[in-house]
């Protein structure tokens, strides 16, 4: 029969195996952390929001670890607490996500420079951040997931609660998206 002792640790293993255990994990949750700060900035937008919140969320992950059962990589489970995180803020504004808009606010400069301009000002960074932050939230959050942090499409699918291949769609119609908001740009380099 197995327990949990006051360290944390099962009663079958040792308190040395327990605290091994949960220093991995501590060293896994640091590992992530800056991927939960890209992945909650692509959500939001905002880099200060998106520290505010990853840092919440870790918090709830490390007061949460002795839930963290294995059966899942570090990585996914705590993008599970992150996202969920995001989403009870969001609830709490009495916002929906496909309602959330990103706040895309970029420097100062001429949006209506033709695409060369545009490039020799390094002004396509800004063309990208527009057409991200015009995509619904739905989209973004899959494309940030699979092009951001590396997720795999079954990985995604587990941490949104959908189907492999509705996160397939997802990313497809983003990038289709994207492709045709930043075809100007594609123009002119091949010319």
Known sequence: MTGSSAN???????P???????????????DVGPAVRRYLFGMC???ARAEDLAQEALLKAWKARHRFDGRAQVKTWVFTIARNHWRDR????????????MD???PAGN??????????????ADAIGRAVAKLPAEQREALSLRESEGLTFNEIGLLLDV?????KSRVRYALLKLADDLRPFSRELES
């Open 8 to 14: 944390g640790a099962s009663r079958s293993e040792s």
């Open 16 to 30: 040395r195996t327990g605290a091994r255990n949960e220093e991995s994990l501590r060293l896994a949750m640091g």
């Open 45 to 47: 937008g905002d880099w």
């Open 90 to 101: 969001l609830r709490r504004a009495k916002v929906r996500p496909k309602e959330e808009q």
């Open 104 to 106: 895309y606010d970029p």
């Open 111 to 124: 949006a209506h420079l033709s695409p060369p301009a545009a490039l020799e000002r390094g002004e396509l």
């Open 163 to 167: 189907p492999t291949a509705t996160v």
